[in-house]
């Protein structure tokens, strides 16, 4: 159930975002993340993927060409959380996620086993206080674990997530992480872009690195998150420490020279 990208090329407007980019296949159970400066076409991938933006070149889940898939099969197989959410509807949390079950045709659950199964959901991103709220009236982080949620409501097996975390205060984004982890050693694969470079090498087992539009370095992140990498990429003088239990820390220490 391999998902593979070949001779991806994606424009906007006139601008090419993405210019021949492929990868080796991601896995199911592999947690990736995907980083980069701003406007390297990270969103523009995520997008590309789920099947949002036009491109040309290949996208495969599990030998299935995306494009020509059905909308309601992609809408069960693919979950994708956009960086800028919806949140101006009155919908309560709670039905929004039974409008997300129901996206792309109507979920085979009876209406009590959508409303467990959203319970359930709400649990898994400790937003259970929330069920009754509408989405209007969530706060910026509230709104990103609700969105997480809702990306779950049809039980991929492929998470796209595009910043997940830009949001959440220290303790929700450990536990948003240590979530996404789990969610891929369940058999699913998790794409998400994170900019926290320290926080992709605790979590990630792959770092995708990606500048102007195509792919810079891709692996375990120990292996190539280096002062190099960052200096060629970002543009800045960094080191890469390993704090007292050995963990990667980035630290920036201005513009390179
Ligand atoms: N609606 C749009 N119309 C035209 N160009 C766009 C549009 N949205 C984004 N772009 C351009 O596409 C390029 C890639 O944008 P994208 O959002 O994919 O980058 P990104 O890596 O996700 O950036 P960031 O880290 O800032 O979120 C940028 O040059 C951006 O200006």
Not at 26 to 48: D, M, T
Not at 138 to 156: E, F
Not at 208 to 225: F, N, Y
Request: glycine share 8%.
């Amino acid at each position: 159930m391999s998902l593979s990208l070949s001779g991806l090329h994606l424009s906007r407007g006139r601008k090419a975002i993405l210019t021949d980019l492929s990868t080796a296949a991601f896995e199911p159970g592999q947690f990736i993340v995907l980083a980069g400066p701003n406007g390297a076409g990270k969103s523009s991938l995520l997008r590309a993927i789920a099947q949002t933006l036009p491109y040309e070149g290949q996208i495969t889940l599990a030998g299935q060409n995306l494009k020509a898939m059905k909308r309601r099969e992609r809408a069960a197989r693919i979950g994708y959380m956009p960086q800028h959410l919806e949140s101006h509807s009155d919908l309560t949390v709670l039905d929004s996620l039974r409008v997300a079950m129901n996206a792309g045709g109507a979920s085979t659950l009876s209406h009590g086993a959508q409303i467990t199964c959203a319970e359930e959901l709400l649990a898994r991103v400790g937003c259970v206080h929330l069920a009754t709220r509408a989405l209007s009236g969530l706060s910026g982080g509230q709104r990103q674990s609700v969105g997480l949620a809702q990306a779950l409501a049809r039980d991929p097996e492929l998470l796209l997530l595009d910043e997940p975390t830009a949001a959440l205060d220290l303790s929700m984004q450990f536990r948003i992480l240590a979530e996404m982890k789990a969610l891929s050693r369940e058999g699913r694969i998790v794409i998400a872009v994170l900019h926290d470079l320290t926080q992709a090498a605790r979590w990630a087992d792959r770092l995708v690195v990606l500048s102007q539009g195509a792919v810079t370095a891709d692996g375990a992140p120990s292996e190539i998150l280096t002062p190099e990498l960052l200096g060629e990429v970002y543009h800045v003088n960094a080191r890469v420490e390993r704090d007292s239990r050995g963990e990667t820390l980035i630290c920036v220490d201005g513009p390179a020279t």
